[in-house]
């Protein structure tokens, strides 16, 4: 089953950053996925679960599993192979982090070079753990230079302010503030609006808040929340933290930070590339050694306090962003209290619709209060209602979504129409949902993403297909060219003939920057086996997909149509009758139109159109209804494919 396109309002752009540490990575993905609380049953087990990878991608593996004690012997061994040394201490002080052997840690990077930062971190860090704060202080001021450092004045706040230097605190965020660093500290800056009511200062704090979070009327509820708070002059006091906590928040704070500089950079970034020369080799993300460095630092964190919330958020991100949805979800799980319950049930029922489990989204997403249901919430009810077939709920939600986005800012009334666009399509009201879709590219700016996304919706159209290119084209220049951009308007432009060339070109260029991603080797490999473009290595790319991702019923369904193009029409029905059946709770037109062809060719023709039949009375829009209602009529003209071998994996879990 081809990949859904991926709205471009969505699409996480994550570039190169010098402030990372680089890695070396081979080309072949992990063979199996393993659970986050797999392959602890000891060394030996570990071993030889990690014995098929290169050290690079048993790093990789290790820290989506939770096993920093493997990962730490992997990048040891990779940074010996290297010869890096500075590399080598740096993860030599990381590891110490991770044992909380403090004094280690500013023995180990004791003549350090005082301009780096994530070295300068560390060491500052390490005395935080041992409760010196004042030694962190000084250690900070050392490394800082000249004050122009990420992050160097909203950091020296939080120090000052574990340290009880309250006034200088405040005076060190407001110079964070004015750099514009609070921006990507959040948790922090609703710290400074909280001393900055407990100092008697409630019209600053407001005024600071407003600055940092925009506009009161485009709030997320739970900042609304924290905003009343302020205008009540009666903030949540600020807990003591114990320097143990200090530590992890001091961490993740600068892990999560990294990871929202690197998205701010990405103008600059594809402005670069788009200026090289065209002989000119311009360094390209690696999306994996990224998550490294991220993973790193978020998964000591948490070890040194599992209950820091932040971190968990951050970590699921980073882990989402690689596609490893079930371990994202894993890392929200332990989350069961505080401030940010409502907000992980929200993060939580969106891997679950990723992972096809379309109920157990809706279960969590009904546990969120009324008071919390805004635009976002209903946009997310609108699309597991439609991942259900419930088109007429869907669009229900989605008109609700459009109700509570009214005044609350362009963004989120845009964003609003689209989930309406969408949702009228799939109820089959299509000439309203092209009104919307143009009317929003006309509307809107070419950086503007949302314009992006009416643009690729006009482009699946074969109406509208050459109308709405242009938009598209531009987004996914203006998000520079990032690899999910480039997913989603591949796989629209490999459905028509005359830009099936281009599309698959996109689709091998985001599978080269995420190519352990199940998903992307689903998207290529079934538009090479569907159009018949190369069934072979379709089939391979989809054979991977499918040992990585055993539970999606989308990959399931991709693999037995590589089986049906091969001829092998029992294995065929065995996997796409299992798609079927994993996707009872999200169902899908294309699978059971699938089944129909591999039931005819195998002589069942009563149960060929029971099945096709299925899918015209499915309800909502289907992008194959002609060929449906010509198979409905006539049936499957022509021969079954020709049997033959599958062509073998050489290399299990290549690329």
Known sequence: MRLRAVLFATTTILIGSSLMAPMAWASAPPVTERTPDADTSGSIARERAYAGLSLGDAIRQALIDDDLDFAFKSIAALSRAGGDTSTTLYYAGVRAFSQQSYQEVTDTLRDSDKDDMLTAGLVTWAHVGQGKLDQAINTWEVYG???????????????????????????YYAQAQKAG?????????????TLLVQAGRKSDALKAY????????????????????IVAGKPKPLAEMLPQASLSSLMSNYASAMMLVRIFQANQQQKDADGAKPDEVVDKPDADALFVGDALLLRTALKIDPSNQSARFSLSGALAEIDEDKAALETLTPIATGDRLDEVRREKAVLYLSLEDASSAAALLDQIPSSLRDRRWW????SIRGARGDFKGAFDSASKSADAARGTGEWDEDLARLSLMRAHYDLGHKTEAIEIARA??????????????????????????SEGLPA??????????????????????????????????????????????????????????EYDIDIDEGFQLLQKAYELRPYSGAITDSLGRAHYKLGQLDEAQRLIEKAVDMRKDAPDAEIYDNLGDVYWHQGKKNQARRMWQMVKDFG?????????????KNGLKGPAPVQRTAPIIAEPGSV
Not at 500 to 513: C, K, N, P, S
Not at 620 to 632: F, Q
Request: proline share 6%; aromatic share 8%.
């Open 379 to 382: 946009d997310l009810h609108a």
């Open 440 to 465: 929003l590219v006309k509307k809107l700016k070419p950086e503007n993403p949302v314009r992006g996304s009416a643009g690729l919706f006009l482009a699946r159209e074969p109406s509208t297909h």
């Open 181 to 193: 660093e609070l921006h990507f500290v959040r948790d922090l800056s609703k710290r400074y609006a």
């Open 472 to 529: 598209a084209r531009e987004s996914l220049k203006m998000l520079g060219a990032d690899s999910r951009a480039k997913l989603s308007l591949g796989s629209v432009l490999a459905q028509f003939p005359g830009t099936r060339a281009e599309g698959v070109q996109l689709l091998r260029d985001a599978l080269e920057e995420m190519p352990r991603s199940p998903l992307f080797m689903n998207a290529l490999g079934y538009t090479l086996v």
């Open 210 to 229: 407003d600055e940092i979070f925009g506009e009161p009327k485009g709030l997320d509820p739970l900042e609304t929340q924290f905003r009343e708070t």
């Open 145 to 171: 230079g000249d004050g122009n450092r990420p992050f160097f004045n909203a950091y020296r706040g939080l120090l000052a302010e574990q340290n009880g230097q309250v006034n200088a605190a405040l005076g």
């Open 620 to 632: 909502g829009h289907y992008s194959k209804k002609v060929e449906l209602e010509e198979k409905l």
